[in-house]
């Protein structure tokens, strides 16, 4: 008999190997994004940036339209204020919240709970005024510095796929290029034999026609003594 505990073990186990697989597959689908890695990079920083602040559900076009606008990558930066999703908004809403609190001198709005939930935010959201400014200040401030880091990072990530790409394609064409250089070599070699092949064949006809001639010269020639013995 398999225990409970086996099975919610196994269970972490194939959540843990899932969640990895998928950022392994974001991860590898981010660093093939078009463009040049500075733009790759700043695109993915501003959505970041966009991200800690408190526009949850307008995120993504806020973060495209400056993108745009300051003519970076929108694919980047709607991938990077993915940042606040279902899963960490409460997290980032509170710590921002508390943040923006401190640095405004505000009194806090509620006491933040040691495990963050839906129910947190949704206390946020109930004194909003108050809220929304000390987490805008406080997404501001921590937004600022997780952008930097994930612009280094995420350049970085581009630049050296796109070196490994460039060195891949360099080495097919060099291949490509050997091949075409040995092909052309064939060629011309196959040229000159079928050149030596014609010329030893011209030379063979003139050397018979030649041979051909001779007997008849030497026919004529004892004819005619005969009509000079004869006169």
Known sequence: MVNKSDNQIEDKVVQRE???????????RFIRIRGAP???ALGFALGIFVGMSPTMGVQMPIAIFFAAL????????AVGVW??????????YGVTYVTGAKLLNLDPVFNMPLSPSWSTLEALLQKAPQALGAMTVGGGILGIPLAIVSYYLSYAAVEKYQKEVKEKLAQQKAKLAGTKAKVKKKMVARKMRKAEVKSKKAEDRSLKSKMGKQPAASSV????????RRA
């Open 70 to 77: 300051f003519k970076w990558s929108k694919l980047s930066a």
């Open 221 to 228: 020639e004892p004819e005619r003594e005969r009509e000079k």
């Open 18 to 28: 899932n969640l990895i697989g998928l950022i392994r597959r974001v991860y590898e």
């Open 83 to 92: 940042i606040s999703n279902p899963l960490t908004a409460p997290i980032i």
């Open 38 to 40: 500075r733009e790759v």
